[in-house]
């Protein structure tokens, strides 16, 4: 069975580069933003390696920690760090999963056979510091993903979380949010005071800060 939204991501203790972690333990009370490659030193790894070191600031700026993982063993991990730091002109700091033997990617649904029985595709879990999963996405091997779609929901989570609103296709931090049906419109003008666009009875658009 595969892991769905609103599971607990399942907790491992495993080697990286940063030493031995115990997953959950590690997260603390940060969001995590954990990730998979096929493998170390191939062309679309590295620019997506190096991306997520180049938007540390980003990801720590709203309280994230990343996590990569590829089937490769910490040494393997290391050189490639080199490669990823000179090419990608950035210092990854982040620790990466040595998952030789796929324990880690098969726990994670990582592995989809028909695209190759060792090397992991490109999944991405967020996860919350309840450390429930909020996000799944899986992108096959030849497409490097979209770090700007992934802050942008990292975004959309924590503004929903805080103010109890839906965004919608599209949004971007400040653009009009979207009221959530399950909030009646009594309810709704205690917690938007200041109003709302009526669209339909089941689209109400407001603002937030
Ligand atoms: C890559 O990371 O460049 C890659 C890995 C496996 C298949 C295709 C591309």
Redesign the pocket.
């Known amino acids: 069975m595969s892991l769905r939204l609103g599971d607990t991501a399942p907790d491992f203790t495993v080697d990286t580069t940063a030493g031995k972690i115990s997953f959950h333990e590690w997260l603390g009370d940060s969001w995590g933003f954990f990730f998979s490659?096929?493998?170390d030193f191939?062309?679309?790894?590295?620019t997506?390696m190096g991306r997520t070191a180049q938007l540390k600031d980003e990801f720590s700026s709203r309280n994230v920690k990343s996590l990569g993982l590829s089937t490769d063993t910490v040494a393997e991990h290391e050189k490639w760090i080199l490669d990823v730091n000179d090419t990608q002109n950035t210092t990854l700091e982040f620790p990466i999963v040595a998952d030789a033997d796929h324990k880690i990617a098969e726990l994670y649904g990582m592995i989809h056979p028909g695209e190759?029985e060792t090397?992991a595709v490109r999944s991405v879990f967020i996860i919350d510091p309840n450390k429930k999963i909020r996000l799944t996405m899986t992108y096959p091997?030849?497409v490097?993903r979209n770090f700007d779609e992934i802050l942008r929901v990292i975004d959309s989570l924590q503004l929903g979380d805080a103010k109890r609103i839906a965004t919608p296709a599209d949004w971007r931090p400040g653009d009009e949010v979207i009221i959530p049906p399950s909030i009646s419109n009594e309810e709704a003008k205690d917690i938007f005071p200041q109003g709302w666009n009526e669209v339909r009875s089941y689209l109400r658009l407001t603002k937030v800060d």
Do not use: D, W
């Open positions: 490659h096929p493998a191939t062309p679309v790894c590295t997506e190759s090397a091997m030849q490097g």
